[in-house]
């Protein structure tokens, strides 16, 4: 059975940069689309950013400041994350085996997620 694990979120000062990890383990057929998803303060659960294959998909509220990216050979799931803003406080967790998923709005349901890692940026 698929496992994540993220790491990688801390505290950052507005305008830094932070990488999140998402390590996989155990049965990993279901890795061929995967997300990031985030949960801020007093917010729903809203999708950051989705990739399967070399195809990749951004909410517009971290496009051109975030990039996903995988390491299929390492089973490894990164979330490069630049220009931070005190909006992008949350906490961030990796998915895979997607059940579906909508680009048009960023939403999506997925069997299997990690436990969460805290970003929290100050002004």
């Known amino acids: 059975q698929l496992q994540l694990v993220e790491s990688g979120g801390e505290s950052v000062r507005a305008g830094g940069s932070l990488r999140l990890s998402c390590a996989a383990s155990?049965?990993?057929?279901?890795?061929?689309?995967m997300a990031w998803f985030r949960r801020r303060p007093g917010k729903e659960r809203e999708g950051v950013a989705f990739?399967?294959?070399?195809?990749?998909y951004y909410s517009d509220s971290v496009k051109g400041r975030f990039t996903i990216s995988q390491d299929s050979a390492k089973k490894l799931l990164y979330l490069q994350m630049n220009g931070l803003k005190p909006e992008d406080t949350a906490i961030y967790y990796c998915?895979?085996?997607?059940?579906?998923?909508?680009?048009?709005?960023?939403?999506?349901?997925?069997?299997?997620w990690g436990q969460g890692t805290q970003v929290t940026v100050s002004t």
């Open positions: 155990g049965s990993t057929s279901s890795m061929d689309y």
């Open positions: 998915a895979a085996d997607r059940r579906w998923w909508r680009v048009s709005d960023m939403t999506g349901e997925f069997r299997v």
């Open positions: 990739i399967t294959g070399g195809q990749t």
